[in-house]
């Protein structure tokens, strides 16, 4: 029978379906992008990502040599040169751009006037002509090239060095780390005090907290930069930081004030029997049983601070010296938006962190939020 405790519903397959659909459209483009950052501009316009580890097939045309570099040789006049660059191998060629194609390395094409090319398999050619070549540009040589797959770490260090991705990676670690540590202290103290604490006003405290989860970000933004101004603390690393956990703590608060309500009662009393402070509770008891609630906002505050650009322009500045990481891809997209190596490389190191911050700590994700959320008092 269908539905009885022990038996897996049929709705079950259909969850895991849409997961793995789920993981695999994530991890698709992800890879991609990886993969990406490491192909030079030519490789990114002429295949996809995934030809990457396969040969790369190109078509293009060269010029050769105009009559200037005409010799004569046995009663006729030579131009010769090769029409592969190093690391090419000839797959086909052709003199006409609908025909790229029409003829075979070591083949020999009829041009007219009398002239004659022949294109070897190593891609050197030979134009022949009875008669002095008149021609101010070279004809063309379309060719059909192989390449080996190559990858290079070239965008690495151009994006790092000369892009200036370095000094930005640096101020995003700068402003990151502070802003979502500084909420989870204040936060974890605060959640204590609503939780274990009997105090007048601790349920309207607790609706406030509430309420503030509902209130845009926009609408504070140009007030509380006024109000930085009016203190002193103007635009730099304090002002964000002070931004962030404002932002963070209602979020904060009531992740973890919901997890503790849920804790042992019978611990806490005994200690408090026991002769224990509230703050020894708190250090020694309630922290370390509230690491997955800690953990699950840590993973949230950290891709939002990380991430930001509204926030960081508003109190940090535009200067190339205080840019994060977003405000530079910004720049990137105005001034860069056509070499695509650039851009793959720039945004995989953007979210390299955060998938590293992601995996490290998502065990305890789920944990603290559904522990969160179906636990109150």
Same mark, same amino acid.
């Given at each position: 029978m269908e539905g009885m405790a022990g038996q897996k519903s049929g709705l079950v397959w259909a969850v895991n379906i849409a997961a793995f659909l789920l993981v695999l459209l994530w991890t698709i483009p992800t890879l991609g992008l990886l993969v990406s950052s490491f192909r030079d501009r030519d490789q990114i316009l002429t295949s996809g990502w995934w030809q990457s580890f396969s040969a790369q097939q190109a078509t293009g045309f060269v010029r050769t040599g105009t009559g200037d570099d005409a010799v004569q040789q046995d009663g006729a006049y030579v131009i010769e040169g090769n029409v592969l660059e190093e690391g090419q191998s000839l797959i086909a060629w052709g003199t006409r751009a609908r025909e790229p194609g029409a003829f075979q390395p070591g083949e020999t094409a009829e041009i007219g006037d009398g002239w004659q090319v022949t294109v070897a398999p190593d891609g050197s050619y030979r134009m022949t002509s009875p008669t002095p070549f008149e021609m101010r540009r070279g004809e063309r040589i379309f060719v059909t090239t192989g390449a080996p797959a190559r990858l290079t770490t070239e965008n690495y260090a151009r994006v790092l060095t000369a892009e200036g991705l370095g000094r930005a990676f640096m101020n995003t670690l700068t402003v990151t780390i502070p802003a979502t540590v500084i909420p989870i202290l204040? +936060?974890?103290?605060?959640?204590?005090? %609503?939780?274990?604490?009997?105090?007048? &006003?601790?349920?309207? *405290?607790?609706?406030?907290?509430?309420?503030?989860?509902?209130?845009?970000?926009?609408? +504070?933004?140009?007030?509380?930069?006024? %109000?930085?101004?009016?203190?002193?603390? &103007?635009?730099?690393? *304090?002002?964000?930081?002070?931004?962030?956990?404002?932002f963070g703590l209602p979020l904060a608060i009531y992740l973890l004030r919901n997890y503790m309500v849920g804790l042992p009662r019978e611990v806490i009393e005994s200690a408090r029997v026991d002769g224990a402070t509230e703050f020894q509770i708190f250090r020694k008891i309630i922290l370390p049983l509230s690491f997955p609630a800690l953990a699950s906002f840590a993973i949230f505050q950290f891709l939002w601070v990380w991430n930001d650009l509204l926030v960081a322009t508003v109190f940090l500045g535009n200067t190339r010296e205080q840019l994060v990481m977003t405000g530079v891809l910004r720049e990137l997209m105005g001034s860069k938006g056509g070499e695509w190596e650039i851009l793959a490389t720039s945004a995989f190191i953007s979210i390299a962190v955060p998938l590293i911050v992601f995996f490290a700590m998502q065990k305890y994700l789920v944990r603290g939020l559904l522990a969160g959320s179906v636990k109150g008092g």
């Open positions: 204040i +936060a974890a103290f605060a959640a204590y005090a %609503l939780a274990w604490m009997e105090f007048p &006003g601790r349920a309207i *405290l607790t609706a406030a907290v509430v309420g503030l989860l509902v209130v845009p970000l926009q609408v +504070a933004l140009i007030p509380l930069l006024r %109000l930085h101004n009016e203190l002193g603390i &103007g635009k730099g690393y *304090l002002g964000i930081w002070l931004a962030h956990t404002g």
